[in-house]
Every structure is written in C-alpha cells, then in structure tokens.
C-alpha cells in the first residue's frame, strides 16, 4: 500500500508488482514474482525454478522438471541436452559418465551401454561398437583385448576360445589360424 501521488488516499500494488519508493506499483522483473504486492523489491526464483513463460509481473516460480534446470532468475528452465540429464528442481544438468549414454534431450536420466559396446566420454550421446578382438560387459568405459588363445568378432559381449587344432597367437585376435 502506498499513499497516491496526490496524497489524498492510499493504493494498493496488485500480486506480480511491488511498491517502489512509497509511490508507485512497479511489475517484477523476469525471475522475480510477488505472490501478494511486495514492499521495495520481488522476491527471486532460486535455482532449479522458473517464472514459467512469464516475464513480467510474475506471481510464483515453479520448479524445473526433471531434465531441464534453472540457474535462477528464470523466465523458463532450460533443457539438458543429449549426453546429459537432471532430475526435479536441479541448477544444472549432470553429465552421463563413462560406460552410459542418452541420445535425447530434455532426459532424466542416462542409459548403460550394452554388452558389446563402450563409451570412454562422460557427456556421451551414444556408445561405440567394440572392434573385433576386442570385448565388453555391459556399462563398460572401454573394451578388454582378447588373450592369446581367445578371438572375438565386433560387439562382442565375450572373446570365444579357438577350436580344436587352431590357435591365436597374438591379443586382440580376431580369428584363429
């Protein structure tokens, strides 16, 4: 509430503004809000929340979803990209670590490299193929050579021991002679 200009009664600030200077009704700046009228400034979204779409005049902030994040004073929360994720109310996206991936955007989370293949990034959008004579287990961060003896063809989850009168005389085989 504050006094008019010409003081001859009082005024009241609506919800989304606050009184500036005991004289006048200003709107909140973008990721500011007022859920009543404030007296001197609005009040300010904090990290991991958003005056969702409203710039001005806001009235509450409301929290990120799950794979978008704020960094406070937030018109909008902002969606982690592909390689990275977040959960509720966070102040940035998380990484997906070595052995995980997601390809998609806007994600809450990260998925595991299959048997077969491997990602050696953090930040991954994929996972690559494991070369022949090479293998992996599942969420690996990189492939494991074959032993002597052993062979492997590509996106193997497991290095194959030779047959009866063949042998592979070197890591990394990829077929016995």
Do not use: I, W
């Not at 700046?29 to 990290?47: D, F, R």
């Amino acid at each position: 509430m504050f006094s008019s200009r010409d003081r001859t009664n009082c005024e009241n600030c609506e919800a989304g503004q606050y009184v500036k200077d005991y004289s006048e009704c200003v709107s909140c700046s973008p990721g500011t809000y007022a859920p009543s009228a404030q007296s001197g400034a609005c009040l300010v979204c904090e990290e991991g929340y958003s005056t969702d779409g409203t710039r001005d005049g806001a009235t509450s902030c409301s929290a990120c979803d799950a794979g978008t994040f704020s960094k406070g004073l937030a018109v909008n929360c902002t969606a982690c990209p592909p390689g990275a994720y977040s959960g509720t109310r966070d102040e940035q996206c998380t990484n997906c670590t070595k052995g995980t991936y997601q390809p998609l955007a806007t994600s809450s989370s990260c998925h595991s490299c299959a048997a077969g293949r491997y990602q050696g990034r953090e930040g991954s959008d994929s996972c690559d193929e494991c070369p022949a004579g090479k293998f992996s287990a599942a969420v690996a961060p990189e492939c494991t050579p074959c032993e002597p003896g052993k062979y492997s063809n590509a996106s193997a989850d497991a290095c194959d021991s030779c047959g009866a009168g063949t042998y592979a005389s070197n890591v990394s085989s990829t077929r016995c002679t």
